[in-house]
């Protein structure tokens, strides 16, 4: 298993600035990924982030609204840059693991983020 | 990535057998079949995983019948605490970047 974690777990901020959110997983893991979530809805994943090359992100996803870090195994950013209300979000990051034949999608608790 | 369809929401009662089908006419050769679950104000907790047939573990089961186009995730005697949306995912995680693309889910509310 893995235990993930995210900092902030949430944080109110103002229109025009930018917000970094951290995630650590307590083992090495070689993929990560990044969810947004709106309340009472779905999770839609925003970028895949592998150690050592480029983060792709999916379609009505950029870089430059939402780079991403990933120096090494463990750790990952995501920054949500130029905020708008409606960046108001919870962002999830997450980790793949592998055990044999069975993969698993470990989860953190997400950040709360609130534009104003 | 095949679609999944599953109901938006479901209603049982303590000690009840909760059985939830999920629809992915479109699955592939090589994807797996995952189920999720998530409370309010957490991350999604993977429950498990099959690719045919019939899965167990401690927690549910998970019947996928010959043609692999459903699947039921099946929840016995359920508790308030199994209140929660319940993710169908469907993808082959190895082979296609790992990413997995979540669909509506299905809000399960259990009643005492």
């Known amino acids: 298993s893995a235990v993930i974690s995210q900092k902030p777990s949430r944080d109110i901020c103002q229109r025009g600035t930018s917000l970094t959110i951290q995630c650590q997983v307590d083992s090495q893991v070689t993929m990560m990924f990044w969810y947004r979530q709106q309340p009472g809805q779905s999770l839609t994943l925003i970028a895949t982030a592998n150690q050592g090359s480029e983060a792709t992100y999916e379609s009505g996803f950029v870089i430059d609204k939402f780079p991403i870090s990933r120096p090494n195994l463990t750790f990952s950013t995501l920054t949500v840059s130029n905020m708008s209300p409606e960046d108001s979000s919870i962002y999830l990051c997450?980790?793949?693991?592998?055990?044999?034949?069975?993969?698993?999608?470990?989860f953190g608790p997400g950040t709360r983020l609130t534009v104003t | 990535l095949a679609k999944t369809t599953q109901p938006i929401s479901m209603d049982s009662y303590e000690g009840q057998e909760v059985n939830i089908t999920c629809s992915h006419n479109n699955i592939a050769t090589n994807d797996y079949i995952t189920w999720y679950q998530q409370f309010p104000s957490q991350g999604p907790r993977f429950i498990i995983q099959?690719?045919?047939t019939k899965v167990t573990n401690e927690v549910a089961s998970l019947f996928i019948p010959a043609d692999r186009k459903s699947s039921t995730l099946s929840l016995p005697r359920v508790s308030l605490s199994d209140t929660a949306v319940y993710y169908c995912?469907?993808?082959?995680?190895?082979?296609?970047?790992?990413?997995?693309?979540f669909g509506q889910g299905t809000e399960l509310s259990v009643k005492p």
């Open positions: 995912l469907v993808g082959a995680p190895g082979n296609q970047g790992g990413k997995l693309i």
């Open positions: 997450s980790a793949l693991l592998r055990y044999g034949t069975l993969y698993e999608q470990y």
């Open positions: 099959g690719y045919k």
